[in-house]
């Protein structure tokens, strides 16, 4: 099972920040999180990824807790493009397993 | 285009039949990943290969089998198929294997549909 905790589903009004959240409360000292998105049924797509700090890309920003029990990921300006799944993932003796992931919905 | 080449991308067979599906790398990377997403399903991790070598497994059924070549294509084999076989198959790539530490970042094909009738 992920190791991950994600909503199922998400709106968020097109031009507005889409704030998502993970919980990853057993990640241990030496594991990055990674996000992805799939839109529809296309090959899921690479976002940021991270392990302490707070980064940011040309895609999205990653805020990450200093505990690192939790992340959010930030599209600052989201498109109805932005629509699609999001996975929060946590690598598992080295293999990446994807949750159920957010269902976001951006809406005109 | 995402550099990993992922062949047919459509394929309709019968129960009962084999299948192989192709996946090229992007240019560089030594490892290689496949996926299965069944319809309204989470993408389930099946095998990883790194520089031809079996890294890591998954929910692979023993009707499945991979292997990754010397120029580090890699080949998913399904046979005696299904219905409920029918599904997306991703293949991934990175440059990494299974270090436990380290940022391994995956790169995704488009995917092989496969329809079992």
């Known amino acids: 099972d992920a190791k991950t905790t994600q909503p199922p589903s998400m709106d968020c009004a097109e031009g507005r920040a889409a704030n998502l959240p993970c919980n990853h409360s057993?990640?241990?000292?030496?594991?990055?999180v990674y996000w992805y998105r799939q839109i529809h049924s296309q090959g899921p797509q690479y976002i940021i990824h991270?392990?302490?700090n707070n980064e940011t890309n040309e895609m999205a920003s990653l805020i990450i807790t200093e505990d690192r029990k939790s992340s959010t990921l930030i599209l600052p300006h989201a498109t109805l493009r932005d629509t699609a799944v999001y996975y929060c993932?946590?690598?598992?003796?080295?293999?990446?397993?994807f949750g159920q992931g957010t269902e976001l919905s951006v809406k005109p | 285009d995402s550099g990993v080449t992922q062949t047919p991308k459509h394929l309709i067979t019968a129960t009962g039949q084999r299948v192989t599906l192709r996946c090229s790398p992007r240019?560089?990377?030594?490892?290689v990943y496949w996926y299965q997403q069944s319809l309204d399903q989470g993408l389930q991790f099946l095998i990883q290969?790194?520089?031809?070598?079996?890294?890591a497994k998954g929910n692979i059924l023993e009707r499945f089998s991979a292997q990754q070549f010397p120029d580090l294509h890699s080949e998913l084999n399904l046979s005696s198929l299904e219905l409920g076989d029918s599904a997306l198959y991703f293949c991934?790539?990175?440059?990494?294997?299974?270090?436990?530490?380290?940022?391994?970042?995956?790169?995704f094909g488009a995917g092989s549909r496969l329809t079992v009738l």
């Open positions: 991934a790539s990175s440059v990494l294997g299974s270090r436990p530490s380290g940022a391994n970042v995956l790169t």
């Open positions: 057993t990640i241990s000292g030496n594991e990055y």
């Open positions: 991270g392990l302490k």
């Open positions: 993932i946590v690598r598992e003796g080295g293999k990446l397993i």
């Open positions: 240019s560089g990377d030594l490892s």
């Open positions: 290969y790194y520089n031809g070598e079996e890294r």
